[in-house]
C-alpha cells in the first residue's frame, strides 16, 4: 500500500505547475488560561484575486503542517488545533486545472484518497479541532472544516457552497457523507444537489450557521479573535456546542427522493454526478463515515474519467477565463469615455436597458418614444426597480436619490441625445424602422457617438447602409431576461471601426456581461442555432411525428427547458420573425413552419396550457395543426436535430461568425442557460460521434474537453 505522502508525490510530479498552498502553523495562548493553541493557515503567497487551492503539493503541506500538530497534541503539549485562511479566502477547493491532467483511473482515484487521508486526520488528532471559515470557501475548501469537531464562520463571506455536481463531480473529500451526518439529509441535499444545479447557488456567512454547518457566527471585523475567546470558552466548558438530532427515519429517505426528483428536473438523468452524490448521501444514513468516504474516492475516480467533468472543467474555464479576454476584440486603449447613454424606445426591453446602464454605467441615461405616455411608462418602470432595490437593501437611500435623478425621458432626440456618447436602439424589429431611428439619431448626435442595435437577427451593415458614418454603428445584442443572461453578442458591421468596436467592449465589460464578437451573418449565433434546432424539432412535428414524442426526444440533453416551452418563454412570434429571417437567407436549412405560423395568427402565446400545474398539450393549439403521416421514435427525432446543430456550426465556423467552437459553447452557456455538463453544445457532439457522422471531424481537440490520450 502506497502512503499518503507517496501518494501526493506522484500526483505532484503529474502537476508541476500548481499553484501551491502553503500550511504554516502558529502557536498562542488561548484567552481566559484555556491554554496553548496551534493554528494552520492556509495561504498561496497571493492576494484574495487568486483564491487559495488544493493540488497535490498543497495536500502534502497541509499533512506536514498536522504532522507538527498531532505530535503536539499527543505530546500534551496543545489543548487544541484550528484552521483558517489568508484575509478574504479560507480555501475553494480542488484545484482543477491539475484534475483536466489526470489520463489514469488510478491517478484519478489517489486524488481523492489523499484528500481523504490528509483531511481525516483533522478529526483523528487526540485533541478538539476548529476550523475558522474565515472567508469564500467551496469544495474542498468546505470539506476540510466539516471533518473538524466545532466551526465557525463569519458573517461576511460571501459565497460558501459545495459546487462539485455543478461542475459534474460529488464533494468527494467528505462533503456527501458528513454533511448529511452533520446537518440531516434534507439540508444536506438543498447544498449540495439543489444549490449546485441552480446554476451554483452560494451561500451567506448567515446561512452557513442557520443551515447548522456552523456552530457559532460572528462579524468580519475581528472574526478570528472572537472565534479564539469562543474556542476558549468551548474548551474551557462554559460554552456547550448543542446540535439538533438527526432524523434517520423516514425523513432521510424522504430527502434522497427529493434530490433524485430535483436532478432528474434539472438533467434529465443526462448528467451523472447529481445520482452518485445522492447514492452516496443514501448509504450515509448508517453512519458509517469511512464506507462513506470510500464510496466517494469511486465516485469521484469514475467522473473524472468521464467525459461530463472534462465538459464541465471546459465550460468553466470557458465562463471563467475567456469570457475575460473576448477573442478578436480590438485594444481596450481605443475605447471612447461613456458619460452619457441615449435609449431610443421606452418599452420592456428599452427600459431593462436602460436600468442595467444606469445601475453599472451610473452616468445619466436618457430615454426617448413617440409619445409621452410611453416615454413616462418606461421611466416609470425605471424608477419602480430602483425603489424595489431601495426596498430590498439593495442599495441605500442616496444612491437611490441619485440613481432616480440621474434617468429621464424626452421626446425630442435632439434635446436627448445632443451630448450623448453611446445611443442603443431597441425599438420593433423591422428594418425600414431601424434604418429611420438611426438616421434621426446620425443628424442630432455628436460626431464620436456610438451608435447600437439591440437587433436580434437583423443585419447590422445594412441597417448602417444609409448613415454618412456607418463605421460608428455596432451590435450589441442582449438576451432576455436582460439582469439574468449575462452573454452579449457584439456584432462588428462590415464598416465599424476598431474605436467604436473597443468603446463597445469597453461598456460591455462595465455591464459585467460576457461579451462575444460575432461577425454580421443572419442572427449572429445563439438565436442562429436555436432556430435551426427548433426549427428541426418543428419539422418533425409537422411532417407527423407527435409534439410529445418530440419534446421527449431531447431530455438526454439535460437542458433547462423544453423546446416548446422555451419557444413560449421567447414568444411564438418572435421566433416565427426569426425563422423567417433565416429563412430569406439560408433558404435550404431554415423552413418557415405553417404550424408556427398558425399558432401565431391565432394569437396563442404557445403550444401549451397549465391548467394541471404541468404542461399539456392546449387543445385550441391542438385543433391548428396539420401534420403529415411520417411518425418518428426519440431516437431518430434526436439524431436529426442533433445532425441539423451540428451542420450548422460548422458552416458558422468556416464563415467566421465567431473565431472559434470555444465562442459557440460560451454563447450558448451564457446566452441560452445550456448545461456546464453539455461543456455547451460541441463537446457533447463530438462525444455522442455526431460531429464525425455530420462533419467528418471533430470540433475540439483531443483533451480539449475530454480526457487526454
Request: aromatic share 6%; net charge negative.
Amino acid at each position: 500500500m502506497s502512503t499518503t505522502a507517496e501518494l501526493l508525490k506522484g500526483a505532484a510530479e503529474l502537476f508541476p505547475d500548481e499553484v501551491v498552498t502553503s500550511a504554516h502553523v502558529r502557536h498562542l495562548d488561548l484567552p481566559f488560561g484555556a491554554g496553548r493553541f496551534a493554528l494552520i493557515t492556509l495561504d498561496n503567497g497571493f492576494d484574495h484575486t487568486k483564491p487559495t487551492t488544493f493540488g497535490p503539493q498543497s495536500l502534502a503541506n497541509l499533512n506536514a503542517a498536522i504532522d507538527q500538530v498531532e505530535q503536539e497534541a499527543t505530546a500534551g503539549t496543545i489543548v487544541g488545533a484550528g484552521i483558517t485562511g489568508k484575509p478574504f479566502i479560507f480555501a475553494v477547493g480542488a484545484d482543477l486545472k491539475g484534475v483536466e491532467l489526470l489520463k489514469k483511473h488510478d491517478e484519478a482515484l489517489a486524488i481523492g484518497k489523499g484528500g481523504h487521508d490528509v483531511f481525516k486526520r483533522l478529526s483523528a488528532l487526540a485533541v478538539p479541532t476548529f476550523a475558522y471559515y474565515n472567508g469564500a470557501a467551496m469544495g474542498g475548501g468546505v470539506e476540510v472544516g466539516l471533518h473538524c469537531s466545532y466551526r465557525t464562520v463569519s458573517k461576511a463571506i460571501p459565497a460558501f457552497s459545495l459546487p462539485e455536481v455543478f461542475l459534474g463531480l460529488v464533494p468527494g473529500w467528505g462533503g456527501c457523507a458528513i454533511l448529511p451526518n452533520l446537518i440531516g439529509a434534507e439540508r444536506a441535499v438543498s447544498v449540495i444537489i439543489e444549490n449546485s444545479l441552480n446554476q451554483n447557488r452560494q451561500l451567506k456567512g448567515k446561512q452557513v450557521f442557520e443551515l447548522g454547518i456552523a456552530d457559532a457566527i460572528f462579524e468580519g471585523a475581528d472574526f478570528l479573535e472572537q472565534s479564539l475567546l469562543w474556542t476558549a470558552n468551548v474548551l474551557n466548558g462554559t460554552t456547550e456546542v448543542v446540535r439538533a438530532e438527526i432524523d434517520r427515519g423516514e425523513a432521510w429517505d424522504a430527502a434522497v427522493a427529493k434530490g433524485r426528483f430535483i436532478a432528474d428536473s434539472k438533467v434529465h438523468g443526462a448528467a451523472p454526478a447529481a445520482y452518485r452524490a445522492l447514492d452516496i448521501i443514501a448509504a450515509a444514513k448508517d453512519g458509517d463515515l469511512q464506507a462513506g468516504f470510500d464510496a466517494e474516492d469511486t465516485a469521484l475516480a469514475d467522473l473524472i474519467m468521464g467525459g461530463e467533468l472534462r465538459s464541465g472543467i471546459y465550460a468553466f474555464n470557458l465562463v471563467q477565463k475567456r469570457a475575460k479576454r473576448p477573442a478578436g476584440a480590438p485594444d481596450k486603449s481605443l475605447a471612447r469615455p461613456v458619460t452619457k447613454v441615449g435609449v431610443v424606445g421606452a418599452g420592456l426591453m428599452a427600459s431593462q436597458l436602460a436600468l442595467l446602464f444606469l445601475r453599472r454605467l451610473e452616468v445619466p441615461v436618457v430615454l426617448t418614444d413617440i409619445d409621452q405616455e410611453r416615454v413616462d411608462k418606461g421611466v416609470g418602470y425605471v424608477h419602480a426597480e430602483i425603489q424595489k432595490l431601495l426596498g430590498k437593501g439593495r442599495i441605500n437611500q442616496d444612491k437611490a436619490n441619485r440613481l432616480t435623478a440621474l434617468v429621464t425621458g424626452v421626446l425630442d432626440k435632439a434635446e436627448g441625445f445632443a451630448d450623448a456618447d453611446f445611443i442603443i436602439e431597441a425599438v420593433f424589429e423591422e428594418m425600414s424602422v431601424k434604418q429611420k431611428v438611426f438616421a434621426e439619431v446620425e443628424a442630432v448626435a455628436p460626431a464620436h457617438a456610438i451608435l447600437a442595435t439591440n437587433t436580434s437577427s437583423l443585419s447590422v451593415s445594412e441597417m448602417a447602409s444609409k448613415l454618412q458614418h456607418p463605421e460608428r454603428v455596432v451590435g450589441f445584442h442582449f438576451f432576455n431576461p436582460v439582469a439574468i443572461l449575462p452573454l452579449l453578442e457584439i456584432v462588428r458591421g462590415e464598416q465599424t471601426d476598431d474605436a467604436s468596436l473597443a468603446t463597445a467592449f469597453g461598456v460591455a465589460k462595465k455591464l459585467k456581461k460576457t461579451a462575444v464578437l460575432t461577425k454580421d451573418a443572419p442572427a449572429f449565433v445563439v438565436n442562429r442555432i436555436l432556430t435551426r434546432f427548433m426549427g428541426e424539432i418543428q419539422n418533425v412535428i409537422d411532417e407527423g411525428t407527435p409534439v410529445v414524442t418530440a419534446e421527449k426526444a431531447i431530455e438526454p440533453l439535460g437542458l433547462p427547458m423544453s423546446p416548446l416551452v422555451l419557444l413560449e418563454l421567447v414568444g411564438p412570434a418572435i421566433g416565427l420573425h426569426v425563422s423567417e429571417t433565416l429563412n430569406r437567407s439560408f433558404p435550404e436549412r431554415f423552413t418557415v413552419s405553417p404550424n408556427l405560423a398558425a399558432v401565431v395568427k391565432a394569437g396563442k402565446r404557445g403550444f401549451y396550457v397549465y391548467d394541471s400545474g404541468k404542461p399539456e398539450l392546449d387543445p385550441e393549439v391542438a385543433a391548428l395543426l396539420v401534420q403529415g403521416d411520417s411518425v418518428l421514435t426519440e431516437e431518430q427525432v434526436r439524431a436529426r436535430v442533433l445532425d441539423a446543430v451540428a451542420q450548422e456550426i460548422s458552416l458558422m465556423l468556416e464563415e467566421g461568425v465567431v473565431a472559434e467552437a470555444q465562442d459557440i459553447d460560451l454563447c450558448l452557456i451564457t446566452g441560452a442557460g445550456w448545461p456546464f455538463h453539455l461543456g455547451g453544445i460541441t463537446p457533447y457532439l463530438d462525444r455522442e460521434g455526431v460531429s464525425e457522422r455530420v462533419n467528418g471531424k471533430k470540433f475540439l481537440a483531443p483533451g480539449t474537453a475530454s480526457v487526454p490520450a
